[in-house]
């Protein structure tokens, strides 16, 4: 998943760089190209890396849902 995710991260980056390559140099032809990198940065690497960040985890650890009423913690002397 970790070289997936870098070899998505390359793809995005080389479309955009691309992108702005042919924009310097032709009339516009490279927009097409920085949007499609955008694309696939926001729609497929980000829910990506976010799910392999996440898996496996507690997210009840990371909820705010006690944060008015705290429980009260135990003191062991």
Same mark, same amino acid.
């Given at each position: 998943? $970790?070289?997936?995710?870098?070899?998505? %991260?390359?793809?995005?980056?080389?479309?955009?760089?691309y992108?702005? &390559? %042919?924009?310097?140099?032709?009339?516009?032809?490279?927009?097409?190209? #920085?949007?499609?990198?955008?694309?696939?940065?926001?729609?497929?690497?980000?829910? %990506?890396? #976010?799910?392999?960040?996440? $898996?496996?985890?507690?997210?009840?650890? &990371?909820?705010?849902?006690?944060?008015?009423?705290p429980?009260? $913690?135990? $003191?062991?002397?």
């Amino acid at each position: 998943m $970790k070289t997936g995710l870098r070899l998505i %991260l390359f793809f995005a980056m080389g479309l955009i760089v691309y992108g702005y &390559y %042919l924009n310097s140099s032709a009339t516009g032809a490279g927009e097409k190209f #920085i949007g499609i990198g955008v694309l696939v940065f926001a729609f497929i690497l980000m829910p %990506l890396f #976010i799910y392999h960040r996440y $898996k496996n985890k507690d997210l009840r650890n &990371y909820s705010l849902k006690d944060f008015a009423n705290p429980p009260d $913690k135990k $003191k062991e002397d």
